[in-house]
T-cell receptor
Framework: DAGVTQSPTHLIKTRGQQVTLRCSPI?????VSWYQQVLGQGPQFIFQ???????GRGNFPDRFSARQFPNYSSELNVNALLLGDSALYLC????????????FGQGTRLTVV | GDSVTQMEGPVTLSEEACLTI???????????LFWYVQYPGEGLQLLLK?????DKGSNKGFEATYRKETTSFHLEKGSVQVSDSAVYFC??????????FGPGTRLSVLP
């Protein structure tokens, strides 16, 4: 089985632009979460989706939005990019249950110039 | 809110040395605890987990015990290898909620 896949792996954007990141979860996983990892820090929670509904949102501005599709894949959108949005964006999928681990993709490295 | 604290890095060890990375947490309720590892240029991989007090997680020679009385989950390995060089993250999860990660500890193992 394929793991969590994210695309693109790298991209460079200019301040003020918009970006869309994509994630495909492990087959059978209905929960997808997004995390932002700034260089040298631990991942910070952005969104969680389960069965296409938002189940949680971290402390991020409204410029960040996401959605989950019927096939459980997900997109993260960031509008009006700032230099501080430069980070590794990680997608994770998991099976139901509060003790289950999350499986992470390799991430999308976003650089805002 | 919930939080995780890890020992500051970087940690530099010689091959075959003993490793301990301290992790303590603050949480309401009874979280599950995890250690994830991140190799250069990659995402996070689960190393081990423990879901209730006194549970011991283990994998690839690494161990960690869920200590509720000290709210700790220290990572240990008896003999590290060069291939263990990576960044290690302690994390907690409550209910079906998101993970809360510590800041990470970079480990470098020298031959």
């Amino acid at each position: 089985d394929a793991g969590v896949t994210q695309s693109p792996t790298h991209l460079i954007k200019t301040r003020g632009q918009q970006v869309t990141l994509r994630c495909s979860p492990i087959s059978g996983h209905k929960s997808v979460s997004w995390y932002q990892q700034v260089l040298g820090q631990g991942p910070q929670f952005i969104f969680q989706y389960y069965e296409k509904e938002e189940r949680g949102r971290g402390n991020f501005p409204d410029r960040f939005s996401a959605r989950q599709f019927p096939n459980y894949s997900s997109e993260l959108n960031v509008n009006a990019l700032l230099l501080g949005d430069s980070a590794l964006y990680l997608c994770a999928s998991s099976s139901p249950g509060h003790r289950t681990e999350a499986f992470f993709g390799q991430g999308t490295r976003l650089t805002v110039v | 809110g919930d939080s995780v604290t890890q020992m500051e890095g970087p940690v530099t060890l010689s091959e075959e040395a003993c490793l301990t990375i301290n992790c303590t947490y603050t949480a309401t309720g009874y979280p599950s605890l995890f250690w994830y590892v991140q190799y250069p240029g990659e995402g996070l991989q689960l190393l081990l987990k423990a879901t209730k007090a006194d549970d011991k997680g283990s994998n690839k020679g690494f161990e960690a015990t869920y200590r509720k009385e000290t709210t700790s989950f220290h990572l240990e390995k008896g003999s590290v290898q060069v291939s263990d060089s990576a960044v290690y993250f302690c994390a907690l999860k409550q209910g079906g909620q998101n993970f809360v990660f510590g800041p990470g500890t970079r480990l470098s193992v020298l031959p």
